[in-house]
């Protein structure tokens, strides 16, 4: 139009070779970019895509400046060497529903919306917090670091590599089908940690509240509880959970190998008390506080508890906090 903005860029019969390529000299509004086809590349380092990216085969690699809040971005088959893409600010309520692998995924800030592909290899988020759904469809994640607090559901059929936020909360679902290699927060504050596999490291710097680590046991694809009841696929495993560090307090928290616990979001669920096989390795409490909660909650493994520390300081009066080997 007059002022320099588009309304659409249509495409039609592109290839893994073609480039689409805009430049202009300020920021500038696009409201939709349509490709029936594959691009190698998508260089628009000065739009602004304010409502729909679709493309029916994969895109290589992608640079856009910001994305608008409600906007989708949809895309077909990825090329065989996966997707790198690259924006600016992704608004409220973006949901990128794409296939195949993104091999990197970066973005300046993400305040809200989801991320899906087959594959997620590294996501990064420099700034802010970020409310957002991950999900790797068909396999692993292999990365995610945001800067602030994360919320939202992290859903993988294969496994959780790392998760960083060294200054952030994360509260929500993490569920892996294989296992959580390493998922190091500031704060674990109404989370479930689970995985079909091991638990390999948990590193919270300050205090684990009214949160779940659940080795072996795997909340299927919807990444929720309850599921087995109505011919779901929750799945009780044999699980480890090698390394639990919180520096802070734990606060009605739940540490299970093997085994499901008794605790407020499970009770109900057929697997509860049933035991397969899994260890608890080394953890770390600097304090335990029940905070006149009535229910029992601490460590629960069907196999082995090999270490746990507590601080001097902590206020597990009673019969509330408890260490449960079933093997014992």
């Known amino acids: 139009d007059d002022l320099g903005n588009i309304d659409q860029i249509w495409l039609n019969d592109t290839t893994d070779a073609s480039q689409l390529i805009v430049k202009s000299s300020a920021s500038t509004p696009i409201q939709e970019i349509l490709v029936d086809g594959s691009?190698?590349?998508?260089?628009?380092?000065?739009?602004?895509?304010?409502?729909?990216?679709?493309?029916?085969?994969?895109?290589?690699?992608?640079?856009?400046?910001?994305?608008?809040?409600?906007?989708?971005?949809?895309?077909?088959?990825?090329?065989?060497?996966?997707?790198?893409?690259?924006?600016?600010?992704?608004a409220d309520g973006v949901d990128f529903l794409l296939a195949g692998s993104v091999q990197t995924f970066q973005a300046y800030s993400f305040a809200g919306g989801s991320l899906a592909a087959?594959?997620?290899?590294?996501?990064?988020?420099?700034?802010?917090?970020?409310?957002?759904?991950?999900?790797?469809?068909?396999?692993?994640?292999?990365?995610?670091?945001?800067?602030?607090?994360?919320?939202?559901?992290?859903?993988t059929a294969g496994n959780l590599g790392k998760i960083l936020s060294k200054s952030g909360r994360f509260e929500g679902v993490a569920r892996?089908?294989?296992?959580?290699?390493?998922f190091q927060v500031n704060q674990l504050e109404d989370a479930v940690l689970s995985a079909g596999g091991d638990v390999v490291k948990v590193a919270v710097k300050s205090d684990m509240i009214d949160s779940y680590i659940l080795g072996g046991y795997d909340l299927g694809a919807d990444?929720?509880?309850?599921?087995?009841?109505?011919?779901?696929?929750?799945?009780?495993?044999?699980?480890?959970?090698?390394?639990?560090?919180?520096?802070?307090?734990?606060?009605?928290?739940?540490?299970?190998?093997?085994?499901?616990?008794?605790?407020?979001l499970t009770a109900g669920l057929p697997a509860v008390g049933q035991?397969?096989?899994?260890?608890?390795?080394?953890?770390?409490?600097?304090?335990?506080?029940?905070?006149?909660?009535?229910?029992?909650?601490?460590?629960?493994?069907a196999s082995a508890i090999q270490s746990v520390k507590i601080g001097n300081d902590s206020e597990a009066a009673g019969a509330y906090f408890e260490i449960l080997d079933y093997s014992a």
């Open 39 to 90: 691009l190698g590349s998508l260089k628009a380092k000065t739009l602004n895509l304010t409502d729909r990216l679709e493309i029916t085969g994969g895109l290589g690699q992608l640079t856009l400046h910001d994305i608008g809040e409600d906007a989708q971005i949809v895309g077909g088959a990825a090329p065989a060497s996966g997707m790198k893409w690259k924006v600016n600010q992704v």
């Open 118 to 155: 087959d594959d997620l290899g590294k996501v990064k988020i420099k700034t802010g917090d970020v409310s957002v759904d991950f999900r790797a469809q068909a396999g692993d994640l292999d990365a995610l670091q945001v800067a602030g607090n994360l919320t939202g559901t992290i859903n």
């Open 176 to 182: 892996a089908g294989g296992d959580i290699l390493k």
């Open 275 to 301: 035991v397969l096989s899994g260890t608890i390795g080394k953890v770390k409490f600097g304090r335990v506080e029940y905070l006149s909660a009535a229910e029992t909650f601490g460590l629960y493994a």
């Open 223 to 264: 990444a929720a509880f309850g599921t087995q009841q109505a011919g779901g696929d929750d799945a009780l495993n044999g699980g480890d959970v090698y390394q639990v560090s919180i520096k802070g307090r734990f606060v009605r928290g739940y540490v299970a190998a093997g085994t499901l616990p008794a605790a407020p």
